[in-house]
């Protein structure tokens, strides 16, 4: 693909006119059954609430006793996944789900290719940087050279401390990264804050943010270009019922965002 670079977080606009996308283009071919990547756990029932109002009903993932992971809307014309929340661009960037449901996070985070076509409002959160309540750091930058940052998320944490000229050492911990500080194994934390509530439990208090974070509907730009209108129609009708729609029509030259891998 051509991509014209538009942001240092490598948020680009594809040329879908250029010879090398359409030698792309003739290679990749709809599936007849639209398949959508939707994430458990939190965002999962607004995200079944946002299909239903495009008329494609997966209620069946909400059942207490679903165990399913492939689950038919009851129309029957498209068909959910249900992925972790950090899985769901990797299957739409792959071409197994044309549509998908993922936090804002997780697309700063991983960057794959996909288009993001609409904010879907909920979810709603804040990637922050926070210390132990008794720290004497209130600043990102009043942190000292070279301290320890412990984070699930260290490409959101490494670009920010490096936009800050801040040298840090980076520890990945895949959960309880409020322990870091706690334990003395490092200064700080990046990491999702909702209400704060856990962050106030375990002695600890957010004294910057990175970004805000909601849910996106994401698509997989291909499978955008080869439609024939019904993965528009689904993506204006929950842009209508979304607080805050980002327009993108599937047309010539596709103006939606790109979340790409440098």
Same mark, same amino acid.
């Given at each position: 693909?051509?991509?014209?670079?538009?942001?240092?977080?490598?948020?680009?606009?594809?040329?879908?006119?250029?010879?090398?996308?359409?030698?792309?283009?003739?290679?990749?071919?709809?599936?007849?059954?639209?398949?959508?990547?939707?994430?458990?756990?939190?965002?999962?029932?607004? !995200? +079944? &609430?946002?299909? @239903?109002?495009?008329?494609?009903?997966? %209620? #069946?993932? $909400?059942?207490?006793?679903? *165990?399913?992971?492939?689950?038919?809307?009851?129309?029957?014309?498209?068909?959910?996944?249900?992925?972790?929340?950090?899985?769901?661009?990797?299957?739409?960037?792959?071409?197994?789900?044309?549509?998908?449901?993922?936090?804002?996070?997780?697309?700063?985070?991983?960057?794959?290719?996909?288009?993001?076509?609409?904010?879907?409002?909920?979810?709603?959160?804040?990637? !922050? +940087? &926070?210390?132990? @309540?008794?720290?004497?750091?209130?600043? %990102? #930058?009043? $942190?000292?050279?070279?301290? *320890?940052?412990?984070?699930?998320?260290?490409?959101?944490?490494?670009?920010?401390?490096?936009?800050?000229?801040?040298?840090?050492?980076?520890?990945?911990?895949?959960?309880?990264?409020?322990?870091?500080?706690?334990?003395?194994?490092?200064?700080?934390?990046?990491?999702?804050?909702?209400?704060?509530?856990?962050?106030?439990?375990?002695?600890?208090?957010?004294?910057?943010?990175?970004?805000?974070?909601?849910?996106?509907?994401?698509?997989?730009?291909?499978? $955008?270009?080869?439609?024939?209108?019904?993965?528009?129609?689904?993506?204006?009708?929950?842009?209508?019922?979304?607080?805050?729609?980002?327009?993108?029509?599937?047309?010539?030259?596709?103006?939606?965002?790109?979340?790409?891998?440098?």
């Amino acid at each position: 693909f051509f991509f014209k670079q538009k942001t240092a977080y490598e948020i680009k606009e594809c040329d879908w006119s250029s010879d090398v996308c359409s030698s792309d283009l003739s290679r990749f071919r709809l599936p007849s059954m639209i398949t959508v990547a939707l994430a458990k756990g939190a965002l999962l029932k607004d !995200s +079944v &609430a946002r299909f @239903a109002a495009a008329g494609l009903d997966f %209620a #069946a993932v $909400l059942e207490p006793g679903n *165990r399913q992971l492939m689950v038919p809307s009851a129309c029957g014309r498209a068909r959910a996944l249900l992925v972790r929340n950090a899985d769901v661009p990797v299957y739409v960037a792959y071409g197994q789900a044309q549509l998908g449901v993922v936090g804002y996070d997780v697309l700063r985070e991983h960057q794959l290719p996909v288009a993001q076509l609409v904010d879907l409002g909920f979810g709603g959160c804040r990637m !922050s +940087v &926070a210390v132990k @309540a008794s720290s004497p750091y209130r600043r %990102a #930058a009043d $942190l000292p050279a070279h301290c *320890r940052i412990a984070s699930k998320f260290t490409r959101c944490a490494e670009e920010y401390f490096e936009a800050l000229d801040l040298p840090v050492e980076l520890i990945h911990l895949a959960g309880s990264v409020e322990l870091g500080p706690i334990t003395g194994m490092s200064e700080a934390i990046v990491d999702l804050v909702a209400t704060g509530r856990t962050l106030v439990e375990n002695g600890l208090i957010a004294i910057e943010d990175l970004f805000h974070s909601t849910a996106r509907l994401v698509g997989h730009p291909l499978a $955008l270009r080869l439609d024939g209108g019904e993965l528009q129609a689904i993506v204006d009708q929950i842009a209508a019922v979304s607080a805050a729609p980002v327009p993108a029509r599937i047309i010539g030259r596709l103006a939606f965002t790109i979340i790409s891998a440098a």
